[in-house]
């Protein structure tokens, strides 16, 4: 539970960087790798709301720059600093870029990315 408790206090440390004027939902995520480096995001709004970036997709866009390791943990916290699930697109993001085994924090406990996307598409059914 200690990789837990210091992605919590990560992202706890940047939720108010977050941009969300029209939800008023902001939300930030991190992770740990398996080298021991934490990676985090913010939610950024927009005006279109299609245009809008995830938590956890700032996350691993800020993951891939820094030529991270594979993703061990991951919690996304919302304003009161509660963990909150990925939404099904960042489930799938998530499925593309991290191990299904990702342990992820939960308001009932951990559980892996398997668990919240089963039976995931994903690049091996673009297979020929």
Same mark, same amino acid.
């Given at each position: 539970?200690? %990789?837990?408790?210091?992605?919590?206090?990560? %992202?706890?440390? @940047?939720?108010?960087?977050? #941009?969300? /004027? #029209?939800?008023?939902?902001?939300?930030?995520?991190? &992770? *740990?790798?398996?080298?021991?480096?934490?990676?985090?995001? @913010?939610? @950024?709004?927009?005006?279109?709301? !299609?245009?809008?970036?995830?938590?956890?997709?700032?996350?691993? %866009?800020?993951?891939?720059?820094?030529?991270?390791?594979?993703?061990?943990?991951?919690?996304?916290?919302?304003?009161?600093?509660? #963990? @909150?699930? /990925?939404?099904?697109?960042?489930?799938?993001?998530? #499925?593309?870029?991290? &191990? /299904?085994?990702?342990?992820?924090?939960?308001?009932? !406990?951990?559980?892996?990315?398997?668990? *919240?996307?089963?039976?995931?598409? !994903?690049?091996?059914?673009?297979?020929?």
């Amino acid at each position: 539970m200690q %990789a837990f408790e210091q992605l919590h206090a990560a %992202a706890s440390k @940047i939720l108010s960087r977050a #941009y969300a /004027p #029209y939800s008023n939902h902001p939300v930030a995520a991190a &992770a *740990l790798d398996a080298a021991g480096t934490i990676h985090t995001g @913010i939610n @950024i709004e927009n005006a279109s709301f !299609g245009l809008t970036q995830c938590a956890e997709g700032s996350m691993i %866009a800020a993951w891939r720059l820094a030529a991270g390791e594979p993703l061990t943990h991951l919690v996304c916290l919302n304003q009161g600093g509660d #963990y @909150i699930t /990925p939404c099904g697109r960042c489930r799938q993001v998530l #499925y593309e870029h991290a &191990a /299904p085994t990702l342990s992820i924090a939960t308001a009932n !406990g951990p559980v892996t990315l398997a668990v *919240l996307l089963p039976a995931a598409f !994903g690049p091996h059914n673009l297979q020929d």
